[in-house]
């Protein structure tokens, strides 16, 4: 191993290796291709070997799929990925169907799924909710203390008063903030982030990590297998330990068994003694701050809080961490002392959200909110692609009066969610909704504004990987202080994107609008 750090840039060398092997191997839409090729295979291999036998063959194929497609019409699958399903039925009518069982069963993911709701029942009334902050709330809108309670009845998340949140409508704001406050910790640190890549951004917070660390700070760091093939090696959390950091890894690839779209643990959470949270969009990696363009200028949010809602995303984090683990200090790390910020308005909610359960929480609250608004609701996003539910839930708020504004990205990562995102563009105008693109690069921020009362700041895309497939996690404010700062922000980011209306949708690129009309299909597996 090198030099931990280099002492003229202070950004540390932890030499990154192999990334692993190219990652649509384990991917579902890898593990489709693979079937497709086996299957050919097979059926030519029966057409050669069992000629007496086909037509037996082939009724118990049709049986066999028949059976499976009774399954899928009644499970309880959004309508989009039913049709998804039976495509992918129609074209695999044998591995097709073993493809949707295999998923269905969660082969690979039934042990994680039980410790979780081993968890989630443990630690269900570890952070009590104040009746009297409740009833506050109720007497201040009744239909946001149902959200609440809606949100309390997924798992241990309270809804706090006297919590200070503060917002950053930047990732070098938040970075220049996390830095001061992690210099700060006395007790313990947990970081938890989607992606850690190597460069100035994380070299920074390493360092101070491991300074923490030998002082006898107990810091952690997890972060989500799917970084071993694109930003780090397989051995990281071995190098972090010499440091005396904790680390591990969140389900590490494992070939078929654990697929690389399912499960992912896409939050973004950093807790320091208790007392100081952060969430948002802002991973651990440079261009989040904008020292490298990827895709023009990053636009990204986060929010800190400060005060007992933090214990929210304490808890959060263990519940994670402790997925397999047997002992845990659950109550040791909920106990330290934290002041309430008395100075602090409104209320604060930070919530996650479990692939696990039948509980689309994230969604949930999302629609609450457009069903919900009267006078505008203001949404930045990083993708849309939209089941109907969502769909139509930003329909009827237009067509209804409220001004729905969204804004995505000019500049994007990745062609196939931009070229689906446009495939909603006609059917979201025609009803109203104003849809954006942000000029200067790409917009990674996940922020709900509605009405002046109301917000949401978290990891939550609009799209199915957010929505079903991953852990995420937001904080939702309502009246807080900080409210007029995201509206403002929202307002800001607005001046520097272009107007799509009916005219640019019909210049945009052929092969754009070809790729959206096919891959709609399968939309719910991008």
């Known amino acids: 191993m090198s030099k931990i750090f280099d002492e003229n840039r202070g950004i540390q060398l932890l030499k990154k290796g192999q990334k692993g092997v190219i990652h649509a191997v384990f991917s579902r839409l890898g593990l489709i291709v693979l079937l497709l090729v086996f299957q050919v295979l097979v059926l030519f291999s029966i057409f050669q070997w069992f000629k007496d036998f086909l037509p037996h063959i082939m009724g118990g194929t049709v049986l066999f799929t028949a059976f499976i497609v009774l399954n899928l019409l009644n499970s309880r699958l959004d309508p989009t990925a039913k049709i998804t399903w039976l495509v992918v039925i129609m074209l695999l009518p044998v591995f097709g169907a073993l493809l949707?069982?295999?998923?269905?069963?969660?082969?690979?993911?039934?042990?994680?799924?039980?410790?979780?709701?081993?968890?989630?029942?443990?630690?269900?009334?570890?952070?009590?909710?104040?009746?009297?902050?409740?009833?506050?709330?109720?007497?201040?809108?009744?239909?946001?203390?149902?959200?609440?309670?809606?949100?309390?009845?997924?798992?241990?998340?309270?809804?706090?008063?006297?919590?200070?949140?503060?917002?950053?409508?930047?990732?070098?704001?938040?970075?220049?903030?996390?830095?001061?406050?992690?210099?700060?910790?006395?007790?313990?640190?947990?970081?938890?982030?989607?992606?850690?890549?190597?460069?100035?951004?994380?070299?920074?917070?390493?360092?101070?990590?491991?300074?923490?660390?030998?002082?006898?700070?107990?810091?952690?760091?997890?972060?989500?297998?799917?970084?071993?093939?694109?930003?780090?090696?397989?051995?990281?959390?071995?190098?972090?330990?010499?440091?005396?950091?904790?680390?591990?890894?969140?389900?590490?690839?494992?070939?078929?068994?654990?697929?690389?779209?399912?499960?992912?643990?896409?939050?973004?959470?950093?807790?320091?003694?208790?007392?100081?949270?952060?969430?948002?969009?802002?991973?651990?990696?440079?261009?989040?701050?904008?020292?490298?363009?990827?895709?023009?200028?990053?636009?990204?949010?986060?929010?800190?809080?400060?005060?007992?809602a933090v214990k929210n995303f304490t808890l959060m984090f263990l519940q994670m961490w402790g997925i397999d683990e047997k002992d845990l200090a659950f109550d040791h790390f909920l106990s330290y002392p934290v002041l309430p910020q008395t100075g602090a308005g409104g209320y604060v909610l930070p919530y996650g959200d479990c692939p696990l359960d039948d509980n689309r929480i994230g969604e949930r609250v999302y629609m609450d909110i457009l069903n919900r608004a009267q006078q505008y609701v203001h949404i930045m996003s990083p993708y849309l692609i939209l089941d109907r539910e969502m769909e139509t839930a930003l329909k009827f708020a237009a067509e209804r009066g409220v001004d729905v504004k969204l804004i995505l990205p000019g500049i994007p990562d990745k062609k196939a969610p931009y070229s689906l995102a446009k495939s909603h563009y006609a059917s979201l105008?025609?009803?109203?909704?104003?849809?954006?693109?942000?000029?200067?690069?790409?917009?990674?921020?996940?922020?709900?504004?509605?009405?002046?009362?109301?917000?949401?700041?978290?990891?939550?895309?609009?799209?199915?990987?957010?929505?079903?497939?991953?852990?995420?996690?937001?904080?939702?404010?309502?009246?807080?202080?900080?409210?007029?700062?995201?509206?403002?922000?929202?307002?800001?980011?607005?001046?520097?994107?272009?107007?799509?209306?009916?005219?640019?949708?019909?210049?945009?690129?052929?092969?754009?609008k070809i790729m959206g009309f096919i891959l709609k299909i399968i939309a719910p597996l991008m």
């Open 429 to 512: 105008l025609e009803s109203g909704v104003q849809i954006f693109e942000y000029t200067p690069g790409f917009v990674h921020a996940k922020v709900f504004v509605s009405d002046d009362r109301e917000a949401v700041v978290g990891t939550i895309n609009l799209d199915y990987r957010s929505l079903y497939h991953h852990f995420e996690c937001a904080t939702y404010l309502y009246q807080a202080d900080c409210l007029p700062k995201i509206a403002a922000d929202f307002d800001y980011t607005l001046t520097k994107c272009r107007l799509v209306t009916p005219e640019t949708i019909k210049k945009e690129k052929w092969t754009l």
């Open 100 to 308: 949707f069982w295999y998923t269905q069963n969660d082969i690979g993911h039934r042990a994680i799924k039980a410790r979780f709701n081993q968890l989630n029942t443990q630690t269900y009334d570890s952070i009590p909710q104040s009746a009297e902050t409740l009833a506050s709330l109720a007497k201040e809108n009744p239909a946001v203390a149902s959200l609440a309670r809606y949100i309390r009845r997924s798992g241990c998340y309270p809804v706090f008063d006297h919590t200070a949140a503060t917002y950053f409508p930047s990732g070098e704001e938040k970075w220049t903030e996390m830095l001061q406050q992690l210099k700060q910790a006395k007790h313990f640190i947990f970081l938890e982030y989607f992606i850690i890549d190597e460069g100035v951004m994380w070299g920074k917070i390493l360092e101070i990590l491991a300074q923490k660390a030998a002082e006898g700070v107990e810091v952690r760091v997890m972060y989500d297998g799917t970084c071993e093939f694109s930003t780090l090696p397989h051995d990281y959390p071995k190098r972090l330990c010499r440091l005396g950091i904790k680390c591990k890894m969140f389900a590490p690839i494992t070939p078929f068994v654990s697929t690389h779209y399912n499960y992912r643990d896409h939050r973004k959470i950093l807790v320091i003694d208790g007392h100081t949270a952060f969430n948002g969009g802002v991973n651990l990696a440079d261009e989040y701050i904008n020292h490298i363009g990827k895709h023009g200028h990053w636009k990204d949010t986060a929010v800190m809080l400060k005060g007992e």
